[in-house]
Nanobody, 124 residues
């Protein structure tokens, strides 16, 4: 069974930065397309960014483009998201997700595995 464990969330002031990590168990990490989603109270889960299995392709939601960067280290079975210039509206629980399905940029459904989430709170 594949397990995803997020870390790196916390409380930060507006304009600050955080780096989220998602460690993935299993020996086939390099075959998974990975993504980050987020969900705020009372709102639907929202796609944030994704990355192809090799790391050569990435895609971002318009709301985070230019501020967030997704990356991965296949040797460490880990995907990251560097979040800069954080805004109060970025406050949410952030989840990583994995799929063996063919990589499609901006995929919002069909993920096979999910992490438990990490809270990010941005104060104004």
């Amino acid at each position: 069974q594949v397990q995803l464990v997020e870390s790196g969330g916390g409380l930060v002031q507006a304009g600050g930065s955080l780096r989220l990590s998602c460690a993935v168990s299993g020996r086939t990490f390099s075959s998974y397309a990975m993504a980050w989603f987020r969900q705020s109270p009372g709102k639907e889960r929202e796609f944030v960014a994704d990355i192809s299995p090799s790391g050569g392709r990435t895609y971002y939601a318009d709301s985070v483009k230019g501020r967030f960067t997704i990356s991965r280290d296949n040797a460490k079975n880990t995907v990251y998201m560097q979040m800069n210039s954080l805004k109060p509206e970025d406050t949410a629980v952030y989840y990583c997700a994995a799929t063996l399905k063919v990589y499609i940029s901006g995929r919002t459904f069909g993920y096979d595995y999910w992490g438990q989430g990490t809270q990010v709170t941005v104060s104004s």
